[in-house]
């Protein structure tokens, strides 16, 4: 009697431990919000075996933000994927390069030149050549990576990074959103279209190439939620969930010039029911 009472709690542990070891691959996906007024993008995801991922990360005011998260998630940083040098985007990334210790492990960044830059986009063409010369800090610039259409980043066991586009520089017009790098996140069979800050232009390419594919479950609205993605990308994409990086006055359309109404209209006809939006403040999200 008693060695069977021993055989079956045996038997239950044996059960315990095996869940425990399968227990299955999953993502906690925060998106950071604005520490000032000003609209920016900054995401974090930690996975379950504790590897870090950053994208963009907002602007220099954000970086105490970034570098709490960072630090909770064991001071350093598996991948740091930048969609392109706006310092709205890469400005806390700056910071925590040039003034922390901060491990960084992998960077994976497409961009066009500083001539390109210059010529294209004069006005903000200052921002490139300092995230440029952040690239030569030292510390970094053996993990840095520039990754070509099509190259999936395995980062552990069912989660991938697939690269969809990357700088374009055939596009002038709204030139240093439209080159923004393009990546699906894959989370077992569940995916995340990151599309930084594409405009209409590079939405056509993306249209062009990949149609349906770019189905995706969740979304991150491009360039804040206005004036940046296409509604028939939108409608490729048919999301669940869309993610926007967006204060509330440009949630709200505040200024009245800005097309964030009109964004969220499309995506109502979608009929998605679940919105992230920034102006809440930061949101965890758990994708598995
Ligand atoms: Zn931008």
Redesign the pocket.
């Known amino acids: 009697m008693k060695s069977k009472i021993m055989i079956s709690l045996l038997t239950i542990l044996i059960i315990v431990v095996i869940i425990l070891l399968i227990k299955t691959t999953q993502i906690e996906l925060t998106q950071i919000s604005a520490r000032s007024n000003d609209s920016m993008m900054s995401y974090i995801i930690r996975t379950s075996d504790n590897k870090t991922i950053v994208i963009d990360g907002g602007l220099k005011i954000e970086v105490e933000t970034l570098k709490q998260y960072i630090q909770e998630y064991g001071n350093k940083v598996d991948y740091w994927f930048i969609t392109?040098p706006?310092k709205?985007?890469v400005g806390a990334f700056i910071d925590i390069v040039e003034n922390t210790d901060i491990e960084i492990k992998n960077i994976y960044y497409s961009a066009n030149t500083q001539e390109w830059y210059n010529t294209n986009e004069p006005k903000r063409a200052n921002e490139a050549e300092e995230f440029y010369k952040t690239l030569q800090n030292e510390r970094i610039k053996s993990v840095i990576k520039t990754p070509q259409i099509g190259d999936v980043i395995k980062i552990g066991k069912n989660i991938n990074v697939e690269i969809l586009q990357t700088a374009s520089p055939e596009i002038t017009q709204n030139a240093?959103?439209n080159s923004?790098m393009v990546f699906k996140i894959h989370v077992n069979d569940k995916s995340i279209l990151i599309l930084?800050?594409v405009g209409t232009e590079a939405s056509e390419k993306l249209i062009n190439k990949y149609g349906k594919n770019l189905k995706s479950d969740i979304v991150q609205m491009s360039?804040h939620g206005q004036s940046g993605a296409n509604e028939e990308l939108y409608k490729l994409v048919n999301p669940e969930i869309c993610l926007w990086p967006c204060p509330q006055w440009l949630w709200d359309n505040e200024p009245g010039t800005l097309k964030t109404l009109e964004t969220r209209k499309w995506i109502e006809n979608l009929g998605v029911k679940t919105n992230y939006v920034a102006k809440d403040g930061d949101i965890t999200i758990t994708v598995k």
């Open positions: 392109h706006h709205d985007h240093m959103n923004s930084g800050d360039h």
